[in-house]
């Protein structure tokens, strides 16, 4: 059987994200993997993947922070916000300015309301969004408050009647690229999409660590120690503790977490799951199976 761990996979486009689980399963030779969120086709990067028993640690990755590289277009819109959506609106774009471009950015930065994309993976009455759209009925998603801490052009581009910006963004888990691209055409009046995505960050996870589809294997795997540690931050204790945390009994040493949670490293480096304070004791907030602690 594969050890636990944590895989990181630098995802090409053209191909899904459960493509990518499914080649990992028959690489790594088990059926149990999941995800910490995916990526559209067209999008390339980083996927977090938990393997056996580190996918409880997937629960502390799901709703980290995230950075993209994302090409967006202005002068164009569609019907899914990018480049795989049929064309809905072709403005001219070349009057607005780059102070315009500016203003517009800023009013998408920082704590907004965002409606996400029609064509998203998103549940309606029990239903996928991009389910009804393609069904061709109507599809009203509410507005979610995410934050975009940074949203930075890189290389604007004029090419006739089109803009296209080249941009990093740093956001909330949730926060969808495509309707910042939609957004900010719309808040231009010349309509807007996404031609390019990448995700470069995931948390502490870089894409530069990680595995191209055709190289995952087992010793491409993050220990689930490493990765808690990471993920969570680390706290050593005995192996008294660790045998109570293991049986669910709490112990004491509240004072010892700085942070919500922290990843309990027992003396021979295992991972005994994450721990929490109650008062001035901790207690397990998730337990990994001895098997897979290291």
Same mark, same amino acid.
């Given at each position: 059987?594969?050890?636990?761990?944590?895989?990181?996979?630098?995802?090409?486009?053209?191909?899904?994200?459960?493509?990518?689980?499914?080649?990992?399963?028959?690489?790594?030779?088990?059926?149990?993997?999941?995800?910490?969120?995916?990526?559209?086709?067209?999008? !390339?990067?980083?996927? =977090?993947?938990?393997?056996?028993?580190?996918?409880?640690?997937? !629960?502390?990755?799901?709703?980290?922070?995230?950075?993209?590289?994302?090409?967006?277009?202005?002068?164009?819109?569609?019907?899914?916000?990018?480049?795989?959506?049929?064309?809905?609106? $072709?403005? %001219?774009?070349?009057?607005?300015? %780059?102070?315009?471009?500016?203003?517009?950015?800023?009013?998408?930065? &920082?704590?907004?309301?965002?409606?996400?994309?029609? +064509?998203?993976?998103?549940?309606?009455?029990?239903?996928?969004?991009? %389910?009804?759209?393609?069904?061709?009925?109507? =599809?009203?998603?509410?507005? $979610?408050?995410? !934050?975009?801490? $940074?949203?930075?052009?890189?290389?604007?581009? $004029?090419?006739?009647?089109?803009?296209?910006?080249?941009?990093?963004?740093?956001?909330?888990?949730?926060?969808?690229?495509?309707? *910042?691209?939609?957004?900010?055409?719309?808040?231009?009046?010349? &309509?807007?999409?996404?031609?390019?995505?990448?995700?470069?960050?995931?948390?502490?996870?870089?894409?530069?660590?990680?595995?191209?589809?055709?190289?995952?294997?087992?010793?491409? *795997?993050?220990?689930?120690?490493?990765?808690?540690? +990471?993920? =969570?931050?680390? *706290?050593?204790?005995?192996?008294?503790?660790?045998?109570?945390?293991?049986?669910?009994?709490?112990?004491?040493?509240?004072?010892?977490?700085? &942070?919500?949670?922290?990843?309990?490293?027992?003396?021979?480096?295992? *991972?005994?799951?994450?721990?929490?304070?109650?008062?001035?004791?901790?207690?397990?907030?998730?337990?990994?199976?001895?098997?897979?602690?290291?």
């Amino acid at each position: 059987m594969v050890r636990p761990g944590i895989l990181l996979v630098d995802k090409p486009g053209g191909i899904t994200s459960h493509d990518v689980v499914s080649r990992a399963r028959r690489a790594l030779g088990t059926r149990k993997i999941g995800h910490a969120g995916t990526l559209d086709p067209m999008a !390339t990067g980083l996927l =977090v993947l938990g393997v056996e028993g580190a996918t409880r640690l997937l !629960t502390y990755i799901v709703g980290a922070d995230k950075t993209y590289k994302a090409t967006i277009l202005l002068g164009v819109e569609t019907d899914s916000d990018d480049a795989d959506g049929v064309e809905t609106l $072709r403005t %001219d774009a070349s009057a607005v300015t %780059d102070d315009q471009i500016v203003a517009g950015i800023a009013q998408l930065t &920082g704590e907004i309301d965002q409606v996400p994309s029609t +064509v998203s993976a998103i549940k309606v009455d029990g239903r996928r969004a991009y %389910d009804l759209a393609r069904a061709g009925e109507e =599809v009203e998603l509410k507005a $979610r408050r995410v !934050t975009v801490s $940074r949203f930075d052009v890189r290389e604007t581009r $004029r090419q006739g009647v089109t803009i296209e910006l080249d941009v990093v963004v740093d956001c909330t888990s949730g926060t969808y690229i495509r309707a *910042l691209a939609r957004d900010l055409g719309r808040s231009l009046g010349v &309509g807007g999409h996404l031609t390019a995505l990448r995700r470069t960050r995931i948390g502490s996870f870089d894409v530069s660590a990680a595995a191209s589809v055709d190289d995952i294997a087992e010793d491409a *795997l993050v220990e689930p120690a490493t990765a808690a540690a +990471v993920v =969570v931050g680390a *706290l050593a204790v005995g192996a008294d503790e660790a045998r109570d945390l293991r049986h669910g009994k709490r112990i004491d040493g509240g004072g010892r977490l700085t &942070g919500a949670v922290a990843a309990a490293i027992d003396p021979d480096g295992r *991972l005994v799951g994450i721990v929490e304070k109650r008062g001035t004791q901790l207690k397990s907030a998730m337990n990994m199976p001895e098997e897979a602690a290291r």
